[in-house]
């Protein structure tokens, strides 16, 4: 019973983390795209904004469903709830990492 509970605080928790990340972090993706039209780009500038593209998302999300077209049937998720949530915390964690170095980017910019 106690180990149910725990697992069940600890899922609460996670997916508290996990949710507004994975809601926004989509959406703040596209932001790198309008500084490749910024009136003083430079060289710099527009390769760390491709460099974000690429990790974002987007690119993140282009990639899955390449693989998951390449791989074919062998290739396919796992319907276990712990992998599900691990594989959401990790893409949250990715997500808020890559957002707070996006935002120092353009911070600095």
Do not use: N
């Not at 309008?34 to 998302?57: H, K, N, P, R, Y």
């Not at 990639?63 to 319907?79: D, M, Q, T, V």
């Not at 594989?87 to 120092?104: L, P, Q, S």
């Amino acid at each position: 019973m106690t180990s149910d509970l725990r697992r069940d605080i600890y899922s609460a928790i996670q997916w508290a983390f996990a949710l507004p990340v994975l809601a926004f972090w989509p959406l703040v993706s596209f932001l790198p795209m309008f500084g490749l039209f910024e009136a003083e780009a430079t060289i710099l500038s527009i390769s760390v904004d491709l460099i974000f593209i690429a990790t974002s998302f987007i690119g993140l999300f282009s990639a899955l469903i390449g693989l998951r077209w390449l791989g074919g049937p062998a290739y396919r998720a796992s319907r276990d709830a712990a992998t599900k949530r691990g594989r959401a915390f990790a893409a949250a964690t990715y997500g808020a990492v890559w957002m707070v170095a996006y935002g120092a980017w353009a911070a600095l910019t």
